[in-house]
């Protein structure tokens, strides 16, 4: 087993801007600020068409971004056969039916089958599917699909745990339930090797 307590989460800033793009943007929200009833000539308001703009394609980045080659970019053979897990892995995303942000962590693990990747690309894959408008469900099938084709190892375990506030902001009862998603490939289809993963990321952290 393999811990990473030292991230690199990846969660880079895009400072450049397609202005084309956020010009557009920037009238659709004038137009929702008018919808709502604000009057967006009010000071406070002045600039935030454009700040929601370029919020929302920060929010999004995650269509420029090829998962298959951040895994790529860093593989490597390696003999190790051993269970790899990378947990609490922050997860940011957007539910695609309201484009209201869901909340939590995705604990991620594999087993080589003569390559390794570099274990900071994992936070990458993740924050690659996680920053677009997603489901839950296919966020976990994605990253494990991505893994699992990228790498080719003996087995891929995706789990995610997340709130979603389109759930806890519209009233909803159970509004602190979590929802819990994963997915598995190989060896992680086998009773001993899931319970294994699970009691691993359900342990107490060491750091
Ligand atoms: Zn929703």
């Known amino acids: 087993m393999h811990e990473n307590g030292d991230i690199d989460s990846g969660y880079r800033r895009i400072d450049s801007f397609n202005e084309e793009t956020t010009n557009k943007m920037s009238e ?4 929702v ?16 068409p454009e700040r929601v703009a370029k919020a929302m394609q ?7 971004l090829n998962p ?20 609490d892995i922050e997860v940011y995303s957007l539910c695609e039916h309201h ?20 274990l900071s690309k994992i936070p990458r894959v993740v924050d690659a599917y996680a920053r677009r408008l997603q489901v839950q469900e296919r966020l976990t099938t994605q990253i494990r699909d991505c893994i699992q084709e990228t790498l080719r190892p003996l087995g891929v375990a995706v789990v995610i745990e997340a ?4 759930m806890q902001m519209r009233g909803v009862q159970k509004q602190h ?3 819990t998603t994963s997915a598995f490939t190989g060896e ?6 899931r319970s294994e993963f699970i009691s691993l990321i359900t342990k107490d952290h060491i750091r």
Do not use: W
């Open 188 to 193: 992680f289809e086998k009773d001993r090797t």
């Open 177 to 179: 339930s979590i929802t």
């Open 58 to 64: 920060f929010l999004t980045h995650g269509y420029n």
């Open 99 to 118: 484009m209201l942000p869901f909340i939590g962590k995705a604990h991620v693990a594999y087993i080589p089958d003569k390559h390794i990747v570099g």
């Open 68 to 87: 298959e080659e951040i895994l790529m970019s860093a593989k490597f053979r390696e003999e190790y056969q051993q269970m790899v897990i990378v947990k």
């Open 33 to 48: 600020l008018k919808g709502i009833g604000e009057d967006p000539t009010r000071e406070g308001l002045l600039k935030t």
């Open 163 to 166: 709130y979603h506030l389109c």
């Open 28 to 31: 659709a929200y004038l137009d």
